[in-house]
């Protein structure tokens, strides 16, 4: 993956160190420099965010990361501000974390040991600076017990580069973490502070700290950005902009297929088709009469409507039943770009075969953790690496949903979606994920771009919806802003 912008890169810890490295070998910047441009940068966010903060509490550890706050709460100081600090261990002889520590002490600041004051219910503000990037295993001890009542002392809190007990690599909570109001991070974006439990870092804002990007190295996975499709050439016509399959919608399970149909044709394909149960083909053509919409009672019926499409949408309310596994099996073997996902990932995982060369996959964690033999638990602990694991398994361009949903190519390239509200979590939301990409597909994409910009559009329609409230919001609502968002206009 080539380097984008720096604020769209995504590091791992270890590369985090390595760039730090670099840092002070090549360009020569001593390490406490770096401490003293990170402590300055972080309480400037500070007075822009609390401008009213007058007393301040910093919490450091005894690494690097507490060197930093040593140096805010100096800072702060220096800025007339009242600022104690609670210390939690010796920071290493000679280091730069014991020298920030002194220089704080020099600047007339107080150290208080946790147990002279346990309950951080003070002061106006609480600076997290704890634990760093390295950290991978559950808070313990005295650590452990400051962030239980950081989180309960009912006062924002900044964290220094990532909250502490939060995994800079995978964005999970092996213990206790603590929930930042904002956080200040440095030089890079660290990739777990963007999905799974990433709500923990509350507004994430990048300092530089003066450092060129031709330091850095290419980045582990990339944030998507904003962005719809070009205009249509004024000579276009619905046979040049795709004809998609949607294949599903069982004996009650109607709307899934249609919602997924809807929204192909909200997003730009130029003709849908839908092979469903004789009993939803009144109902949809009345709703829906854009939607040509067919009984299917086996292969033979399908076969010709496969025959006629560039793209299929398969799994929406499909069934695990004889019906719905003879239109997937049929509909793979037709080797069409297709979209693959609820009923028809099921299917996957109890018949493992062969998929088309274009196929994105779009399963929740759950769905991941059956196609992997593992628990959805271990899927969470490590989403980065369990979308690698699917795209290289599948030889497919992966979607794994959930907050901070990941877009992982067999190639090891993942995107990650900024966007995106708790009021997703209803249902047909994955129906009409499914419709999006099938019609960016039908539109000349490739399976990774469709995905992409699918699930960017999906969630940024469904931030838009929910400005009306996120409580109620169904997937139909995301049609229209859709519709906005896929021609470049504003929601």
């Not at 297929?257 to 088709?273: D, F, K, N, Q, Y």
């Not at 030889?395 to 794994?400: F, I, T």
């Not at 190639?411 to 009409?432: F, L, R």
């Not at 169904?474 to 021609?487: F, Q, S, T, W, Y």
Request: net charge negative; hydrophobic share 45%; proline share 7%.
């Amino acid at each position: 993956m080539s380097a984008p912008h720096r604020d769209t890169a995504l590091f791992t810890s270890a590369q985090s160190r390595a760039i730090d490295r670099r840092a002070i070998d090549e360009l020569g910047i001593p390490g406490f420099e770096l401490m003293s441009r990170a402590a300055a940068a972080a309480f400037a966010q500070l007075r822009r965010h609390w401008p009213e903060a007058r007393r301040v509490r910093v919490v450091c550890g005894a690494g690097n990361n507490g060197g930093d706050g040593y140096l805010v709460a100096r800072d702060a100081l220096a800025a007339g501000l009242h600022a104690d600090v609670i210390a939690l261990g010796e920071p290493k002889e000679g280091g730069d974390a014991a020298a920030a520590r002194q220089a704080f002490l020099a600047a007339g600041g107080v150290l208080t040991l946790p147990e002279d004051d346990d309950a951080l219910a003070s002061p106006d503000l609480i600076v997290d600076a704890i634990y760093g990037t390295g950290l991978n295993r559950a808070p313990e001890g005295e650590a452990k017990r400051a962030i239980e009542a950081i989180n309960a002392a009912g006062v924002p809190v900044l964290a220094l580069d990532i909250p502490s007990g939060l995994s800079a690599d995978t964005g999970a909570c092996p213990g206790v973490a603590v929930r930042a109001t904002a956080t200040a991070t440095f030089i890079v974006h660290k990739r777990g502070m963007h999905t799974h439990l990433a709500e923990m870092a509350g507004e994430v804002v990048l300092h530089p700290l003066g450092l060129p990007e031709g330091i850095l190295e290419p980045p582990d996975a990339t944030i998507l950005a904003p962005r719809g499709l070009p205009p249509r050439p004024r000579d276009s016509h619905k046979g040049t902009n795709g004809h998609v399959l949607a294949v599903g919608g069982d004996h009650g399970t109607g709307g899934a297929v249609r919602m997924a149909a809807e929204a192909a044709a909200r997003t730009g394909a130029g003709l849908i088709s839908v092979a469903t149960r004789e009993q939803n083909v009144l109902a949809m053509n009345a709703a829906r009469p854009e939607l040509m919409v067919h009984a299917v009672d086996g292969p033979q019926t399908l076969q010709p409507m496969l025959d006629k499409a560039s793209v299929v949408a398969l799994g929406p309310g499909l069934g695990q039943a004889a019906w719905g596994h003879a239109l997937w099996t049929t509909a793979l073997d037709a080797g069409k770009p297709t979209v693959l996902d609820a009923d028809g990932l099921n299917l996957l995982h109890a018949e493992p075969r062969l998929l088309p060369a274009r196929i994105v996959l779009t399963p929740h964690p759950g769905e991941a953790a059956r196609l992997l033999g593992i628990s959805t638990a271990e899927v969470q602990a490590d989403r980065f690496d369990a979308v690698r694991q699917l795209a290289r398994r599948f030889e497919a361009v992966v979607v794994l949903k959930g907050n901070g949903s990941l877009i992982g190519s067999p190639d090891g390239d993942v995107a990650v979606c900024p966007w995106g509200n708790p009021g997703m979590a209803s249902g047909g939301m994955g129906d009409t994920l499914t419709g999006i990409i099938a019609g960016l597909l039908a539109q000349g994409c490739d399976p990774f771009e469709a995905a992409c910009l699918g699930v960017g559009l999906h969630a940024r329609a469904a931030d838009a919806a929910a400005r009306a409230g996120e409580r109620g919001l169904l997937a139909g609502d995301l049609l229209e802003p859709l519709r906005r968002l896929v021609n470049g206009l504003e929601a």
